[in-house]
């Protein structure tokens, strides 16, 4: 049963949002440059305070073997918590885009019509 604990929410969390996008939202937020560099400013952040959460030296976040693939990377990082970091951080961006554009004709009608 190794990595259907966390692994596998993990991976289809992923294509999930990537999915919801590609499919059926249509943002190009995937194009944007910005996205990506939002996304470097997270791995930024994210690295060393996951690193200390879940260090193997002291880990204060532990994981069952079980459930994950075992696969770490800087300072014993499981994988799985990149892919969760970025399934949550792009599905905010998409709603936040999503909001954002469905509001725009709403916000210049009020402009034009001072009723």
Known sequence: MTGLGYTVPAV???VVVCAWELAFLRTG?????AYWIAM?????????VDGWLTKLTAPLVLYNPDHITGLRAPWDIPIED???GFALVTA???RWERLRTSEAPRT??????PA
């Open 12 to 14: 289809l969390a992923v």
């Open 29 to 33: 937020l995937f194009r944007r440059p």
């Open 40 to 48: 470097v400013i997270v791995l930024a952040f994210q690295i060393p």
């Open 82 to 84: 990149f892919l969760f």
């Open 92 to 94: 905010v961006l998409l």
């Open 108 to 113: 210049s009608d009020k402009q034009r019509d």
